[in-house]
């Protein structure tokens, strides 16, 4: 089957760095995406990696290892706004893409 | 970045009627759709891949016949809830990306409740 492994939830303090991990076993690998979504809306798009190593955008940066099936989504100098759940997905074929369960992250002052 | 757009937002029907909810890509073509269901707190649930002009590719449980979709034209795909029924009330949301991309982009969703 296909998995994918995320915690369930994470909390943080304002300022603070949070590391949110993913865990993969899929039939197919294109790339890791990472998306953020507020309560009550829709996923928007933080990051892809295609190859191994790390991506920063910003605050957020995301790192890949295909060898160990693993990446993780870095967030710095957490806000308030960060609270939300966030997705672990994996392009398996074509676009088709599988998502996580979702990591809800709780940001506190 | 690309924008995907949805309608209607939110839609309460009766049970038994049918609802259609519409896809759009805004600024680009949109050679491959997907449309997803969420639960409460739950992950996306891939539901169906659509491709312009042809025949939507359902995932294992989904029932074409029940979700419709149409993908008429590289900028729209409307998914329909036919015969609705309360256990059919979620979140749905569509995205949507072209050969170019690296990513899909998700419309900002569609609320049904079934009464």
């Known amino acids: 089957g296909q998995s994918l492994e995320q915690p369930s939830e994470v909390t943080a303090v304002e300022g603070a760095i949070v590391q949110i991990n993913c865990t993969y076993q899929?039939?197919?690998?294109?790339?890791l995406s990472w998306y953020q979504q507020h309560d009550g809306g829709a996923p928007t798009f933080l990051s892809y990696n295609a190859l191994d190593g790390l991506e920063e955008t910003g605050r957020f940066s995301s790192f890949l290892s295909r060898s160990d099936s693993y990446g993780y989504l870095l967030l710095q100098e957490l806000q308030m706004k960060d609270s939300a759940s966030y997705f672990c997905a994996v392009r398996t074929g074509g676009f088709k893409t599988i998502f996580g369960a979702g990591t809800r992250l709780f940001v506190k002052a | 970045g690309a924008v995907v757009s949805q309608h209607p937002s939110r839609v309460i029907c009766k049970s038994g009627t049918s609802v259609k909810i519409e896809c759009r890509s805004l600024d680009f073509q949109a050679t491959t759709m997907f449309w997803y269901r969420q639960f409460p707190k739950k992950s996306l649930m891939l539901m169906a891949t659509s491709n312009e002009g042809s025949k939507a590719t359902y995932e294992q449980g989904v029932e074409k016949d029940k979700f419709l979709i149409n993908h008429a034209s590289l900028t729209l795909s409307t998914l329909t809830v036919t015969s609705a029924h309360p256990e059919d009330s979620s979140f749905y949301i569509c995205?949507?990306?072209?050969?170019?991309?690296?990513?899909?982009?998700f419309g900002p969703g569609t609320r049904l409740t079934v009464l």
């Open positions: 995205s949507a990306t072209s050969g170019r991309m690296d990513t899909q982009y």
């Open positions: 899929t039939s197919g690998f294109y790339g």
